[in-house]
């Protein structure tokens, strides 16, 4: 008999799942999106405000020059068309953490549209169509607990009312929570190459609302969706879709019926939960923003834009496979933030074997980072620590065990590989007289492994040169162990 789990699962097979995600990117600027105000994350409450942002009467909006660059150089790099006339135009609602009453934003007429993002799953490619990208200003942001009186009242910071913003809007193509996941990744990943936001979503930089709903396979109609909202991390994020899912195929096989709606994710409890209905769509009563002039991006400003176009990830990870022979998953590693690519190319650059370099980065470096906590920006072996360590070994001045030890001497410390090697200075034995001397005593301590050897189990080879390592403290030429000990072995 089968059990819920294995009923639901395959319940789940006759349905098809469509997702469609939006995601607000916060603009890097200085200053807000229509007044001089600070940006700066972790003011004290209220005070990055003016009477713009605080939306007092008389109070007249100026467009950031600068936000408007970097939407376009965003759109740019997500294969988007740039409209050469974009109309800016207010959102009206009402909430107590959009002071002016309205949200100045992008509706029918947005600053770009009809991108694509390409991405990869499971070795299948797929292309993400990207419905529009739009400029609007964020809104402030209410703090419901943290505070004494946090059972009685709701407190207002305004500090983020303003803050440039584009949102950029998906078409409905993804089928799983791993293409979801796999798209949100490449967005911030060419958003960050491209320098117009940090992307840090404790901070509220780049926050994502999913679109999600069910259909019997073979259904060209949608199923009414629901709306899951600010989700703080892409793994909450595909946790959140994976229950939708079941959620919305379980209520379907009982019967019910999927309310259109908006709901919140409880990580804690791996859940979601409804937030409010959404069954009228809200009129938010768009109108022309009447003191903003149309927006006008020619193409003379759109090509000066460009030449500000960084190298983006996929292109960088192709070139750096033909550039310095390493592999793709090598590639997708060090291309992973642009910092990180530069400081490859700049170890590779000065290197005898960028290859050696890419595979101690994998090998050596990543799962130290991973036991400590740490991400590869705050790695204490910088990459052109990196490259003197692959030299060292590649001309046996060190062998791999010795790179081991001073790798873990680096971690201890806190210091880069060239300050440890300095200190340290491991010298490699190469004297063949003082390596076979330390062969002569492994094999004369070890005669059943002798005999083993010398009987046909010739992986016993790997004791031996495992015991002389041991015994020289990893300071032995591995090149000079392995001749040396088969020639004695085999005499």
Not at 124 to 141: F, N, P, V, Y
Not at 250 to 263: D, F, H, N, P
Not at 401 to 411: G, Q, S, V
């Amino acid at each position: 008999m089968a059990t819920a789990s294995e009923t639901l699962s395959a319940a789940i097979q006759k349905y098809e799942v469509v997702i469609g995600l939006e995601v607000h990117v916060q603009l890097l600027t200085v200053t807000k999106a229509f007044c001089g105000c600070s940006t700066k994350f972790g003011a004290p409450p209220n005070t990055n405000v003016c009477p713009v942002c605080l939306g007092l009467p008389g109070a007249l909006p100026v467009l950031n020059k600068r936000a408007v660059e970097f939407a376009t150089l965003a759109a740019m790099a997500l294969n988007c068309q740039i409209r050469e006339t974009s109309i800016f135009a207010r959102k009206n609602y009402f909430y107590p953490d959009l002071p002016k009453g309205y949200q100045i934003s992008q509706y029918d007429k947005p600053i770009a549209e009809h991108g694509h993002i390409d991405i990869k799953v499971n070795s299948a490619s797929k292309r993400i169509g990207i419905t529009r990208l739009h400029m609007e200003e964020d809104a402030g942001k209410s703090l419901h607990d943290g505070f004494p009186d946090s059972d009685k009242y709701t407190y207002i910071d305004l500090n983020r009312s303003g803050v440039p913003l584009v949102e950029i809007v998906s078409e409905p193509d993804m089928r799983t929570s791993d293409e979801a996941h796999e798209y949100l990744t490449r967005l911030k990943e060419i958003i960050l190459y491209t320098g117009v936001s940090d992307c840090n979503m404790e901070e509220g930089s780049l926050r994502c609302d999913a679109n999600i709903s069910v259909r019997p396979r073979g259904q060209k109609e949608f199923g009414t969706k629901a709306e899951v909202k600010n989700v703080n991390s892409f793994r909450f994020i595909k946790q959140a879709l994976e229950y939708e899912i079941e959620r919305q195929v379980e209520l379907i096989e009982s019967g019910g019926r999927v309310a259109q709606e908006t709901r919140l994710y409880n990580s804690n409890e791996g859940k979601t939960y409804s937030m409010r209905s959404k069954e009228q769509a809200h009129d938010y009563r768009y109108f022309p923003e009447p003191d903003l002039l149309p927006l006008v991006v020619d193409a003379e400003w759109q090509a000066e834009i460009k030449k500000t176009m960084p190298e983006l990830p996929e292109a960088r990870r192709a070139r750096l496979v033909a550039d310095y022979g390493i592999t793709e998953q090598d590639a997708g590693v060090l291309t992973a933030t642009r910092s990180r690519a530069d400081q490859f190319e700049e170890a590779a650059k000065h290197s005898k074997n960028p290859k050696r370099v890419a595979n101690l980065v994998q090998g050596e470096l990543m799962g130290r980072l991973k036991a400590n906590g740490l991400d590869m920006e705050q790695s204490p072996i910088s990459m052109k620590g990196v490259a003197m360590s692959a030299d060292l070994v590649e001309s046996n001045a060190i062998s791999g065990k010795m790179l081991k030890d001073l790798y873990d001497l680096a971690f201890e410390r806190g210091e880069d590989f060239p300050a440890i090697y300095e200190k340290e200075k491991p010298q490699q034995i190469t004297d063949t007289s003082a390596i076979e001397k330390i062969i002569d005593d492994v094999i004369a301590a070890n005669p059943n492994q002798l005999a083993q050897y010398r009987g046909g189990k010739k992986t016993v080879a790997a004791f031996f040169v495992g015991q002389v390592m041991k015994a020289s403290k990893g300071q032995a030429s591995p090149a000079v162990v392995n001749e040396l000990l088969t020639k004695k072995l085999d005499g």
